[in-house]
């Protein structure tokens, strides 16, 4: 069935991904108290549906780009009724000329593209519900609460570290007692070699991560959406130096806190001459 926006709706659509996804949903409330309007229509594919129950406030709700038959619009700016995008890429030149010589958040991208002052982040709400679901989910995969590593591996944007760096954390943290999941994204994914794969739904991202107390992740859309957990969130970079460079002549900043999010993520970043076994130490004993 395709969807037609009424006259006082907003319909947003950022990049299919968790970040991005994210990022939308904690703006919703701001902008609606900025620009008016009934509620957000968030333009994402169902699988990441579950992410707007987090912002409960912010009268969102999901939209099947499938669906979608309006037009949307071109160019920057926005009026209601009429779908747009939110992806600072597609307006990258713009960016470019405005935060020329600075240094700046890469979320105040989406800020001015939405016309909000910065931070204007909404902290998500997991419900009762959501927590239920994710002890059991722990719980049916055999692993402790509080003694439990969850490692996620994976970023769109940032190089992956290879997979032998990534076992070598595991089997660290194994040793020390310690059980180790690997976060995949469905059943029969690749895990890392001696972990334990766990599918782990957006919307319990935050719930699963506190009670298993510790989380390892490569930095991306996972990292954004843990910014708020109570959990010992250990953020890698593979480069001293974010190696991401969308903006010719803007330093973009990408910590937690530069950001605009919560933060008491601790931060490795390995050298450009580190050897990987020293990363790997540093990693495991929390020494950034």
Known sequence: MNRMLLADEWGI???????DTYFTCALAE?????????????IVPPRLFPLLSLFPAGRIDPVDPATVEVPFRQGLGFRPGEPFHLRPVMHLGHFSTVYRGREVPFTQTYHDLLELPFPSFARPQVGPEIRA??????????????????????????????????????????????????NVAAEGDF???????????VDELIPICELAGTAVAARSGVCDVLSSARVDLRI???RPEWEWRPMPGVALQWDLAACGLDDAATYFRMGSAEAPASFVDRVVERAP
């Open 13 to 19: 659509s950022p990049a299919p991904h968790l970040g």
């Open 30 to 42: 701001a902008f609606l108290r900025a620009h008016g309007g009934r509620r957000v229509l968030v």
């Open 133 to 182: 679901a994710a002890a059991r989910r722990l719980e049916a995969a055999g692993l402790p609460r509080g003694r439990t590593v969850v490692l996620f591996p994976l970023s769109f944007s940032l190089t992956s570290f290879p997979v032998s760096l990534w076992t070598a954390i595991a089997g660290r943290f194994a040793e020390r007692g310690l059980a180790v999941a690997t």
């Open 191 to 201: 895990c890392l070699p001696g972990t334990a794969p766990l599918v782990i739904p």
């Open 236 to 238: 890698l970079y593979q």
